[in-house]
Nanobody, 119 residues
Framework: QVQLVESGGGLVQPGGSLRLSCAAS????????MGWYRQAPGKDRELVAA???????NYADSVKGRFTISRDNAKNTVYLQMNSLKPQDTAVYYC?????????????WGPGTQVTVSY
C-alpha cells in the first residue's frame, strides 16, 4: 500500500508565502514524476508544477516565477514553495506521484490541502 500525505496549507495574506510538503510512504520501489495540482471551487483540477526523477521541472504559466517545485529523493518527499501568493491561488492543492510499488506502477494522489489567500 502506497500513501501520499500533504502538509503546509493554510491561510495567508496576498503577497505572502507558503511551503507545501508531500511525503510518500509504503512499499515503494521507485518514484518517478511527482507533481502538484490544484482545484478551485467550480473549476477543473489543473497542473501547477511537476518534477521528474532527474529533476526536470515544468510549471503552469500562472505560477512561473512565483512557485518552485523540488524533491528530496532520500525522503520520498516533494515540496512546493509558493511566493507572492495571489487570491486566485486559493484552491485545494493535491500531490501526485507515479510510483513503482512491489506489485505495480500506478499514479497516486494525496487527500489535498487547502490554501486560502485572503486578507
Amino acid at each position: 500500500q502506497v500513501q501520499l500525505v500533504e502538509s503546509g496549507g493554510g491561510l495567508v495574506q496576498p503577497g505572502g508565502s507558503l511551503r507545501l510538503s508531500c511525503a510518500a510512504s509504503g512499499s515503494i520501489v521507485r518514484i518517478h514524476t511527482m507533481g502538484w495540482y490544484r482545484q478551485a471551487p467550480g473549476k477543473d483540477r489543473e497542473l501547477v508544477a511537476a518534477i521528474t526523477s532527474g529533476g526536470s521541472t515544468n510549471y503552469a504559466d500562472s505560477v512561473k516565477g512565483r512557485f518552485t517545485i523540488s524533491r528530496d529523493n532520500a525522503k520520498n518527499t516533494v515540496y512546493l514553495q509558493m511566493n507572492s501568493l495571489k487570491p486566485q491561488d486559493t484552491a485545494v492543492y493535491y500531490c501526485t506521484a507515479t510510483i513503482s510499488a512491489i506489485s505495480r506502477t500506478s499514479d497516486y494522489w494525496g487527500p489535498g490541502t487547502q490554501v486560502t489567500v485572503s486578507y
